[in-house]
C-alpha cells in the first residue's frame, strides 16, 4: 500500500484485492457482540469534511471507532473555515495537534491531492470525495459488494472481478464515484459501461478504460451488476434534459427494465437514492438492490484501509488456533 488514498487510479490490482480480502476479515468482526479491536489505540484520526455528507462522514467514524482510533471530527461549517481560514491553516493546525491521519473531502477536485503533497502535514491522507474527480473508498466498497455476491464470501479471496460486466447509469459528468469506479473495475479485470444522456457524457470519455452507450435497454441483458447514479443537482449550471420525466423514461430503472437483466445481476446505488427518477421504490426495496448492504460494507472496507495505512503488515484479525485431535 502506497502512503495515501488520493485517487483509484493509484491502486493496482494486487493493493485492491489485499484491501478487498483485508476487508472480508474486517467485516466478520461485525458479526461479533463486541465489534472492536485495539488495532489503532493510541492513534488519532481526523474527519476533515468541507461538504456536507452523512453515509461517508459516520461510516468513517464507526470504522475508525471499531479500530479503537481516538476521532475528531472537523466540520467546515462553524469554523475558522467559514472565517476565511486556508486549508493550509486548518492542516498546520492538525499537524500541530499530531493528528495521525486525515480523511477529506472537499468540493475542489485535487483538494486531497494538495494536502498529501504540500508538506503541511506529515500523515497519510485519504480521501473521502473531492469535488467530480475522485471517491475510491465508494470504489472499493462497491467492488466488495460485487465481489462478495457474484463470486461469493470465501470464494472471492483473493480474486478479482476478472470478466465480469458492470454497467454505471446516469449523471457520469458529474459523478466522483463513476469516476473512481470505472478505474478501479478496470484494474480489477472488469468491463466497465457507461450509459447516460449525451449530455451528461464528460468530454474525453473515450480515454476512459470503458465502454459508452445511449440506449439503457440494450446493455441491460448483458450486465452483472448495474450501478443507477443520482442526478447531482446542486453540481449543475444548466438544464442537462428537458424533464425529470424524461430522463426517467429514458434512463431511470424500474421493474420492467429489471425484469430483462439476468437472474443473477444486482442492483447498486452509492446513496442516496432520489427515488421515482433515477430508480422506482420496487426496485429500490426489492432483494435484488444492495443500497443497504453497501453502506454495511463500507465500514468493513473503510477499516481495511486504515488499518493498511495505519495498522502495519500484520494480520487484521487473530484468530485463535484449533488443536488437532
Known amino acids: 500500500m502506497k502512503r495515501h488514498l488520493i485517487s483509484a487510479a493509484d491502486l493496482t490490482r494486487d493493493d485492491a484485492v489485499l484491501i478487498l480480502d483485508t476487508a472480508e476479515e474486517m467485516a466478520r468482526v461485525a458479526d461479533r457482540p463486541i465489534k472492536k479491536l485495539p488495532t489503532l489505540r493510541g492513534r488519532t484520526v481526523c474527519n476533515l469534511f468541507f461538504e456536507d455528507s452523512t453515509r461517508t462522514r459516520i461510516s468513517f467514524e464507526a470504522a475508525e471507532k471499531r479500530l479503537s482510533a481516538d476521532v475528531i471530527n472537523f466540520a467546515a461549517k462553524g469554523s475558522s ?6 486549508l493550509k491553516d486548518t492542516a498546520q ?12 473531502r472537499h468540493g475542489a ?7 498529501a503533497t504540500s508538506g503541511w502535514i506529515d500523515a497519510p491522507v485519504i480521501n473521502a470525495g473531492d469535488g467530480t474527480h475522485q ?3 465508494q470504489a472499493l466498497l462497491d467492488a466488495f459488494t460485487m465481489r462478495r455476491r457474484l463470486l461469493g ?14 454497467t454505471l447509469v446516469g449523471d457520469v459528468l458529474h459523478s466522483r464515484v463513476a469516476r ?8 480489477l479485470g472488469a468491463e466497465v459501461t457507461l450509459v447516460a444522456p449525451p449530455t451528461l457524457v464528460p468530454v474525453g470519455v473515450e480515454h476512459w478504460p470503458c ?18 447514479l443520482r442526478v447531482q443537482r446542486e453540481r449543475m449550471n444548466a438544464a442537462f434534459f428537458p424533464t425529470e420525466r424524461e430522463y426517467s423514461r429514458r434512463y431511470g430503472l424500474d421493474g ?7 437472474g443473477h445481476a444486482l442492483v447498486m446505488h452509492p446513496g442516496p437514492m432520489v427515488r421515482g427518477m433515477e430508480i422506482t421504490a420496487e426496485v429500490a426495496d426489492s432483494g435484488r438492490c444492495t443500497a443497504v448492504e453497501q453502506v454495511a460494507n463500507g465500514v468493513s472496507v473503510r477499516m481495511a484501509v486504515l488499518y493498511l495505512l495505519l495498522g502495519g503488515n500484520e494480520p487484521a484479525v487473530t484468530h485463535p488456533r484449533t488443536e488437532e485431535k
Request: hydrophobic share 40%; charged share 25%.
Open 135 to 137: 471517491h475510491p473508498t
Open 211 to 228: 465502454e459508452v452507450s445511449y440506449d439503457l435497454d440494450s446493455v441491460l441483458p448483458k450486465s452483472d451488476a448495474v450501478m443507477m
Open 93 to 104: 493546525t492538525l499537524e500541530a495537534m499530531g493528528v495521525d491521519a486525515v480523511v477529506i
Open 109 to 115: 477536485s485535487g483538494a486531497p491531492y494538495r494536502l
Open 153 to 166: 464470501p470465501d470464494a472471492g479471496l483473493g480474486q478479482d472481478l476478472g470478466g465480469k460486466r458492470i
Open 256 to 262: 420492467q427494465r429489471m425484469a430483462r437483466m439476468p
Open 81 to 86: 473555515v467559514s472565517k476565511g481560514e486556508s
Open 180 to 187: 473512481s469506479n470505472v478505474d478501479l473495475l478496470h484494474t
